[in-house]
């Protein structure tokens, strides 16, 4: 293309000669002047745009482009010229299939594209080209111009509005809750959800009005006055009410609002629907059973409470008020010994303290001195939802009266051991009489010897001796008071009862023993040792009805860890003694056993 060509494309209104130089020669110099008016015009018009406009010839070379183009492309508008468009652009080695100005060209029409630039520095533009063919004297164009416009910040907020729409959807869709919009109370838009709720479809709802949810007409007025009052007050308002189901079906719903605009409530109100059948239900069914164990818990006769994990009351039954003559908040708050004992630390042998240190249950016999009370204490922990620790239960039974009465049935059974013991020492006493009867005898005949009495009459002394102790033993046995104790080996003890209770049973029956000599010393009182030892030989004969069988009685050294001594609280691990009777027998019913085991519990 020649220069003269270049110059008719740049400005075709202004006459171009053969040197491509303006030619104002043959014109008035006034034309001249308003040519040139309005060739500055528009270049001005041209320069000023926010449009890129570029003018490219035929063989798509860059005659010229404005301002706006370089701003497009962070790039001198000069420095395109006479450049390929395609290489400049888009940065591409041929013409771009989708390039406007080819169609124009062909067509002679204008046309337009969005298509992708990139810039100098690499990043991408998003444009809007439109192409006009540059007509000249034939009818073939010579070129084209484009008029580009920067449309990326319109495409990101467009893109931006399709995403957000999308997660709006999306959240409406996956709600677990109904959402609406109303316009004076009427349905203009629902989500499914509310159809699943409502069992109307989405077409069925739409446009109707809200008052087809409400089973009567006062609860949808109820509803829509509160919900406005608190949008008034609050700016939102929520309100739970009962909906009638397409099928009949009342339900709980919590409906809560937020208009659209504030100050313009006809623009709508949206809401969410929460379907609360059940949790009303729960929550009813929930109240019920707290109520069931409230009157559970105050019904019992014992001593409740529960307390944290520093020992301070949190709720205490009935029976724990009456007791103790205060009243609920009297109580609460307070630690159990402060409540129960009026001391600063915890009581000795407390249960509590050790259900603290591990975790399980425990329970004691613990003594009222002021009160003049004994009571059966026991603790419990109480795990939360995650298995966390989280309470103590403590529970005191008044145990005076059951201490009283095991006292007299321990007196009672030892009344009935020594009634087994009578018959051995009946036996034994013959033995010692006849001892006494045969030296005292032996002793006179050899009077006028006394160097020879002298040894038949210790042999009396060692008798009578012998039978002074066992009536001071039966005395001791079955007299009531407190126990002595003292320091002394089990296995005589042990030796000495097996040799009374030989002589009150049949000879069919076999005592085997297995008594270890070395087992140790004990302190304990040797009368209850002895009264434990010849109940459980009662029993073990009682088991044998045929008067035939073995009874083994062992008295052996144990070494006990801390684990065998799991439950029994304020015992460490180290030496034991243990004593052991059983027999060939068909043994007891459990319910004798377990009577039989309480009652040398204490022991």
């Keep these: 293309m020649t220069e003269h060509d270049k110059m008719k494309l740049i400005n075709p209104i202004l006459p171009v000669s053969p040197n491509g130089k303006l030619n104002f020669c043959k014109k008035p110099k006034k034309e001249k002047n308003t040519i040139q008016n309005i060739e500055s015009l528009y270049r001005t018009l041209v320069e000023n745009i926010d449009l890129g406009v570029t003018l490219i010839d035929e063989d798509h070379n860059i005659i010229m482009t404005n301002s706006a183009v370089g701003r497009l492309v962070n790039k001198a508008p000069s420095l395109f010229t006479g450049k390929k468009c395609y290489k400049e652009f888009e940065k591409r080695e041929q013409v771009c299939p989708h390039c406007p100005g080819v169609i124009a060209m062909k067509t002679g029409l204008p046309q337009e594209v969005i298509t992708e630039g990139v810039r100098d520095d690499g990043s991408k533009i998003s444009v809007k080209v439109k192409a006009f063919p540059l007509m ?25 509005l399709e995403e957000r729409e999308y997660l709006l959807n999306s959240i409406f869709r996956s709600a677990p809750v ?41 609860e949808y007025e109820y509803v829509g006055q509160e919900k406005y009052r608190q949008i008034e007050q609050y700016g939102t308002g929520s309100v739970e009410t009962k909906w009638q189901k397409k099928d009949g079906t009342l339900i709980d719903v919590l409906i809560n609002s937020t208009p659209l605009d504030i100050q313009n409530l006809s623009a709508g109100v ?45 709720k205490a039954n009935k029976a724990t008020c009456r007791f103790l ?5 009297d109580i609460l708050g307070m630690h159990c010994y402060e409540l129960f004992r009026g001391i600063k630390e915890p009581c000795n042998s407390c249960p509590l303290t050790a259900t603290l240190q591990d975790y399980q249950n425990h329970s004691s016999i613990i003594e009222h001195s002021n009160l003049g009370r004994i009571f059966h204490v026991s603790s419990s922990p109480v795990y939360d ?16 009266k059951r201490k009283k009465m095991e006292e007299e049935l321990f007196q009672a059974h030892k009344m009935e051991a020594i009634g087994t013991l009578a018959g051995g020492i009946a036996h034994d006493f013959n033995n010692i009489l006849s001892a006494v009867i045969g030296y005292t005898e032996l002793a006179a005949l050899n009077i006028q010897e006394p160097h020879k009495a002298e040894s038949d009459i210790n042999e009396v002394l ?20 407190e126990s002595k104790l003292e320091s002394f080996e089990p296995y005589l003890i042990v030796k000495e009862t097996l040799k009374l209770l030989r002589a009150s049973i049949p000879t069919t029956i076999k005592i085997q023993e297995e008594i270890d000599i070395n087992s140790g010393i004990v302190t304990a009182d040797p009368t209850n040792i002895q009264q434990i030892l010849m109940n459980l030989c009662t029993n073990a004969l009682h088991a044998m009805e045929t008067e035939q069988g073995v009874l083994r009685v062992s008295l052996s050294r144990k070494e006990l860890s801390q684990k065998d001594l799991a439950g029994h609280f ?13 027999d060939s027998g068909h043994g007891i019913k459990k319910a004798s056993s377990d009577k039989s085991v309480g009652d040398f519990r204490n022991w």
């Design 270 to 314: 949206t809401f969410t629907a929460l379907d609360i059948t059940d949790r009303k239900k729960h929550q009813t069914e929930l109240k019920k059973a707290k109520g069931e164990w409230e009157r559970s818990f105050d019904a019992i006769n014992d001593i409740v409470t529960i307390q944290d994990k520093e020992m301070r009351v949190v």
């Design 136 to 160: 000249q004297d034939t009818i073939q164009p010579k070129g084209f111009i484009e008029i580009v416009e920067d449309i990326t910040e319109q495409l990101e907020n467009k893109q931006l």
């Design 325 to 329: 003559k205060k009243d609920f908040d």
């Design 385 to 400: 939802e995650n298995g966390e620790f989280e309470h103590l239960i403590h529970v005191a039974k008044d145990f005076t």
């Design 570 to 582: 304020g015992v460490s691990s180290g030496s034991f003694i243990e004593l052991s009777v059983s």
């Design 178 to 218: 109904g959402i609406g919009l109303v316009k004076d109370r009427i349905l203009t838009w629902s989500n499914d959800r509310l159809s699943e709720i409502t069992g109307y479809s989405e077409e069925e709802l739409k446009g109707q009005s809200a008052r087809m949810l409400y089973p009567s007409d006062d």
């Design 462 to 481: 060692k008798a009578g001796h012998r039978a002074r102790n066992l009536v001071k033993q039966i005395l001791s046995f079955s007299r009531k008071g």
